[in-house]
């Protein structure tokens, strides 16, 4: 069974740029979500969707961040415009469903903010 | 809302020995408990979790204990191996919340052969 996919592995920008991170989760997980964990840090959740819509983005911070999952399977998490604080890893996640079900990460997406 | 505080942040260990890393947790509602590892430069990978209707649970060389009176779980690794050194992340959650994870600072665990 294939994991979570993450793309780009790793992005090196200056702030003050956009980035975009992709995610395609495990076939048939109808939750996702997007983590951050900063270097030395436990990650700590940005959003989580079910199917396409929005359960939780109460950590998001919306006014630089934004996320979708248009048709319920696979994941866009933008930054623009991105700041020093930003670098991170970007972790995606999915599950089988919102409640009980196992959370399987994906390998992250790297982020340096310049 | 909940928080969940791990100790310690770093343990060193030498082979064939156990290592011990505690976590306590804030919200009385939690009721599931997982702990992840996570090698360098990839993500976290669920290695035993715990749910609150059951106190201990042990998979091989890996146990978890949980103490829902005094809000704290412990993972428990015997006979440590040197591919066992790693960053342990405890975290905790509640169903009602959905898979919403909060997690620890994490514990980097060194097993020195």
């Known amino acids: 069974e294939a994991g979570v996919a993450q793309s780009p592995r790793y992005k090196i920008i200056e702030k003050r740029q956009s980035v975009a991170f992709w995610c395609n989760p495990i076939?048939?997980?109808?939750?996702l979500y997007w983590y951050q964990q900063i270097l030395g840090q436990g990650p700590k959740l940005l959003i989580q969707f079910q199917n396409n819509g929005v359960v939780d983005d109460s950590q998001l911070p919306k006014d630089r961040f934004s996320a979708e999952r248009l048709k319920g399977v696979d994941s866009t998490l933008k930054i623009q415009p991105a700041k020093l604080e930003d670098s991170a890893v970007y972790l995606c996640?999915?599950?089988?469903?919102?409640?009980?079900?196992?959370?399987?990460f994906g390998e992250g997406s790297w982020l340096t903010v310049v | 809302g909940e928080n969940v505080e791990q100790h310690p942040s770093t343990l060193s260990v030498q082979e064939g020995d156990s290592a011990v890393i505690k976590c306590t947790y804030s919200d009385s509602a939690s009721n599931y408990f997982p702990w992840y590892k996570q090698e360098l430069g990839k993500g976290p990978q669920l290695i035993i979790d715990i749910r609150s209707n059951v106190g201990e649970k042990k998979d091989q060389r890996i146990a978890v204990t949980l103490n829902k009176t005094a809000k704290h779980f412990s993972l428990h690794i015997t006979e440590t191996q040197p591919e066992d050194s790693a960053v342990y992340f405890c975290a905790a959650s509640k169903n009602n919340q959905g898979g919403k994870l909060i997690f620890g600072q994490g514990t980097e665990l060194s097993v020195k052969p």
């Open positions: 996640a999915s599950s089988l469903s919102h409640s009980g079900n196992t959370i399987y």
């Open positions: 076939s048939g997980h109808a939750t």
